[in-house]
């Protein structure tokens, strides 16, 4: 009698198991390819700046709109994403703009998945530090040393980043997801 009622409530246990996991199961149905190179935008949670930054510092942002692919959510609105400030170059003179260079922790996907997250570089941008060099060059073109040293006055800009700021990073390789 022991034995037998043991086995019944073994059996019970298994077909609760049982009924729980095909419940859930259907959520994470459908595996999706998430491509390298689409768009997580992000914002920062805590504010980071050029002045104070120094490689090692780390800088917590989130996920502000769901990835979608195929109609179904792969990496969902909210998901935390960490920073870790890899590279500072200070403002300098001649107009060049001090810069700060990232590296991506992966971000979770709805499956737990690891998403490695990175940045596209952007070439042929026509930024101030190219303007203030070529003014400068102009400058001593036409007035001599003196407006060479003119240019050098010309200092760039900081980066003050501020929580809420926007960010856009891209996915950095395929990979395959469940998705809700």
């Known amino acids: 009698m ?6 019944l409530k073994a059996g019970g246990v298994t077909l609760s198991l049982a009924m729980v996991l095909t419940s859930v199961s259907p959520a994470f149905a459908d595996s999706v390819v998430l491509k390298k190179g689409t768009d997580v935008k992000m914002a920062f ?7 104070t930054a120094k490689p090692g510092d780390q800088v917590m942002m989130h996920v502000i709109d769901p990835v979608i692919v195929d109609g179904k959510t792969v990496i969902p609105e909210g998901a935390k994403v960490r920073g870790i400030v890899k590279k500072v170059d200070k403002r300098k003179h001649f107009g060049v703009n001090a810069k700060i260079q990232l590296y991506l922790d992966p971000v ?14 952007k070439h042929g941008d026509l930024s101030r530090p190219s303007t203030a060099v070529g003014a400068s060059a102009g400058s001593a073109l036409v007035l001599g040393p003196i407006g060479l040293a003119a240019g050098y006055f010309v200092v760039g800009k900081k980066v003050n980043v501020k929580p809420g700021d926007k960010i856009t990073a891209n996915v950095d390789d395929d990979v395959t997801v469940k998705a809700k």
Request: charged share 20%.
């Open 108 to 121: 979770k996907s709805v499956s737990g998945t690891e998403v490695p997250l990175g940045f596209k570089s």
């Open 2 to 7: 022991l034995g037998r009622s043991f086995g």
């Open 45 to 51: 949670d805590q504010s980071l700046s050029s002045s």
